[in-house]
């Protein structure tokens, strides 16, 4: 069975600045996606950045990108230049490729950034 | 543009009177999902469809069962709803298998039940 391990509930950043949320996880599987969410209050949930654990590479996406290490089973998110909406839910997940849908969610992230 | 849709955005309903959420989709994704979300928590999986094949999650209750009649559309039925399922349900649909661009999940905007 996957677990996913979100450690900071809420974080605070100022505009324009950095910030770094935690996700670890356990997983016996040696193919599996990991993913980074975001559900703004009262709207959709929309895929922020994706990581497929075989590629060394860390993904990027624009202002997000992820620093994953594989051995220590972690998988953060880095946002550049936070904006006033990227204040949001931010849940890490993950899935085992092939047969097993099943997307694995730590518990959130509440991300405020602050004018 | 290509979604997933979900009516009504918010639904009222009686303790104890069956209620029908729906789903649909225009992305011909073979595989649907139905996650119960409550205030503040991970969404949590009730089941899916592999085309049109039923997988329902362990611990799902019989109370809540679902309906895929064709490609782009999936209903969540909830026989007798208690105040415990108040909550925001979210549908989610992936392309199919094989690769994490089939795998990842597309999430429609959720109805969010009332249960009075």
């Known amino acids: 069975a996957q677990t996913v391990t979100q450690s900071q509930p809420e974080m605070s950043v100022q505009e324009a600045e950095t910030v770094t949320l935690s996700c670890t996880y356990d997983t016996s599987e040696n193919n599996y996606y990991l993913f980074w969410y975001k559900q703004p209050p009262s709207r959709q949930m929309i895929l922020v950045i994706r990581?497929?654990?075989?590629?060394?590479q860390n993904a990027t996406e624009n202002r997000f990108s992820v620093n994953f290490q594989k051995a220590a089973k972690s998988f953060s998110l880095k946002i550049s230049d936070s904006q006033l909406g990227d204040t949001a839910m931010y849940f890490c997940a993950s899935t085992s490729g092939g047969s097993n849908y099943k997307l694995t969610f730590g518990k959130g992230t509440l991300l405020t950034v602050n004018p | 543009d290509a979604m997933v849709i979900q009516n009504p955005r918010y639904q009222v309903t009686q303790f104890g009177k069956p209620v029908t959420l729906s789903c649909s989709q225009t992305?011909?994704?073979?595989?649907m999902y139905w996650y119960q979300q409550k205030s503040s928590q991970a969404p949590k999986l009730l089941f899916h469809y592999y085309d049109k094949d039923f997988n329902n999650e362990a611990d799902t209750p019989d109370n809540f069962q679902s309906r895929r009649p064709n490609t782009s559309f999936c209903f969540l039925d909830i026989r007798s709803p208690g105040l415990g399922d108040a909550a925001m349900y979210l549908c989610a649909t992936s392309r199919d298998r094989g690769g994490p661009e089939y795998e990842t999940q597309y999430f429609g905007p959720g109805t969010r039940l009332l249960v009075l």
């Open positions: 990581q497929e654990a075989y590629k060394q």
């Open positions: 992305l011909n994704h073979n595989v």
